[in-house]
């Protein structure tokens, strides 16, 4: 027998729904919310999505599971009136210069007030008054605009298990920042910039260089070239109200209004994305020949790639070594460009659009760049690239679609496909096992959206396993599962944002995930009906190698298309444990960190110290950490690190080291 | 030469009596404090990277109790209580006078010589003797400005 209660009168079934707001959704009432995210954990802070239950008095619809027989209705006047004055108060001490807000439009707070018809602020408006946070290049903070729902928090740390931001404080002086009030660029943060995607306000924004793009445009000494993401054709259009089954006709108009605006050159990411394909899949069967750094992961999402460098740093050295697509695009675009299209360095400025906030960080990589110079100027995101198309007053939806610029426009349908998670395990698939007499062109088990798509497959004699995961908490269960043993892959894709880069931070903001899905899907049906599929068959890919780079994996291509990676410290603090007064004493850093300290960095200290073995000739900090995880506890002496210390051979490292200053003396 | 060793083995004897266990952040850093009177950032760092949890997390628990002190406080601690009562007693008129004779600016509450350290706190359960100041253990009513810098005074000559 079903179980039934009332909405407004109406008699309803409901089954297994979590919570009374997805019953009133399901009919199609939309209450008002800050808070609800069907991807995060129920926080019920804002008090917006009230309702009346008889016998029961007011309660939050998103934190109320349903009961047989509840009646509900969700729209008298006493909840009219609290929602108002909720809203209401929530206005009371935010920023509301909305003209001058990038928010305005899209802003949640904006079209609640209007739907709630606000017409005044009963309170007096104070403002909160704080300087805007914008030491990174992703991404812009600004707590005027706060209304400390924690959207961006719960997601930081629910799907991406970084938690770089948490509330602070209680009461009127709460508010949402970083760990130590410190600015972005000093916390964890890997610049996914997701908390701007579920930021309801303007208080977190991606950070935008779009401006002095025009600048570039309109500077007649400049020649502007620009490549787009794949992933920026499955969704810009819907901030025109543009759709389409495949997006080609999308990319098309996007050509044609970059043009209009002044770009020198249209270019295509998915060409790069192909390079990339050949590169990683070369660099991928060269490693499992040698049994050399397998798993190999994927290195083209650059906020997965900062998340290692900074948690996993005895991973590393399992990163593929190419740069992503937009690394390559930026090297081939600087170095290469400038011959095929006859146009001087000097007068050359490189963007590139991208449906991504940590591809602003990436492209300002000092390793990938050459003698202090960056090869790509701007990155825009696509709400930029929408912004510009507005501000130059071009109708989007009437323009006439044209061609990419060759060579950089020519792509198969892999280099399309890098934009959804599973993209670029199937590009790189399409690749590997052509080479082992596999025609196959798709292969279906690395798609959809399961967080972690594990999948076996005959190459040769060999079984590869592989896994495509997205979001970082995801990850960050396979590389726990990699490290206890628990699991052995061959190949790992792990692109940080869900959904991989369609579902980027960049693109124009979802909160529905059926949009997420219908962008997946406009990259596969363009795939489909593309001429080529497989990344090998590029002619001009082929043809850029002949002319400059020999063939994958050369001297030539790890010069032009690869790069490298290091360590991050998370945390900046020392502890100061023993400050010697003498000035030629040694410095012994011992590490602290979370695996050093329980495999035993902390006898090492009892034992230098607590016992006064060396008196006044050492320093010693304990600091977090020393990046040698796998092998702690690790010790450096004046310098030099030690693995696997025990308090015996660090006694004996300090001794031979007094031993040594001796001598010079 | 200075040893700070004493005091960050407390620490990893109170994070291992603990178990390491994120759920018993509070007491851990209660012990904490008792240890180092207050909490650095450092040591919130190294309690984060001990429980694997984030700094964020712990900033955000060790700001939301007034318990918790982020700066080093001063020798002596004065209370001076604001419960209802008190401040109907002009507790706020004690408190001026004792920031004034401290020199102490806005924002500030602990003297640059590190001696004093004042603090407001809601109900000393003590309301017949309201206004009432504690310094350091000892209970003071019926305050006066006369009285608290005759005590400041007495104590600063200790």
Redesign the interface.
Known sequence: MGKYLTINGKKLEFTSERNLLEIIKKERIELPTFCYHSELSIHGSCRLCMIEIAGRGIMSACSTPPEPDMEIKTNTQRLIEIRKITIELLLADHDRECTMCAKSESCKLQSLARRLGIEEVRFKNIPRKESKDISTYALVRDNGKCVLCGDCVRFCDEIQSIGALGFAGRGSRAKICPAFERDLESSECVYCGQCSRVCPTGAILPKTEFREVWKALSDEKKKVIVAIAPAVRAAIGEVFGVSEENGTEIAGKIVTALRSMGFAKVFDISFTADMTIIEEANEFLERLEKSDNVPMFTSCCPAWVRFVEQYYPDFIKNISTCRSPQGMYGSIARRIMPEVLGISKEELVVVSVMPCTAKKYEARRSELAKDGVIDIDYVITTQELALMIEEAGLRFGDLEASAFDMPLGFKTGGGIIFGNSGGVTEAVLRNVMNANGDESEEFNFVRGENSVREAKLKVGARELKLAVVHGLKNARKVLRDIRADKKRYDFVEVMACPGGCIGGAGQPVYSDLAVRKKRSKVLYENDKIMELHKPQDNPYVQKIYKDYLEKPGSKKAHEYLHTSFKYRKRFKETLEIFKSHLEKSINVDVCVGNNCLRKGSKEILKHIIGDNKFKDNVNVEALICLEKCSNGPAVKINGKTFEHCTPDSVENAIKEELKKIKELA | ?????SK??AV?RILEENNFDKSKLIPILQSVQGEYRYLS??????I???L?????????VA??YSHFALKPKGKNIIKVCNGTACHVKKSTVIIDGIRKKLGLKENENTTKDMLFTIETVACLGACGLAPVVVINENIHGQMTIEKIVKLIDETMGD
Do not use: Q
């Open positions: 030469m200075t040893s700070n060793y960050f083995e990893c950032e450092e040591i919130m760092s190294f984060s990277s001990s694997d949890m984030s700094p964020a997390i712990v900033y955000g700001t939301f």
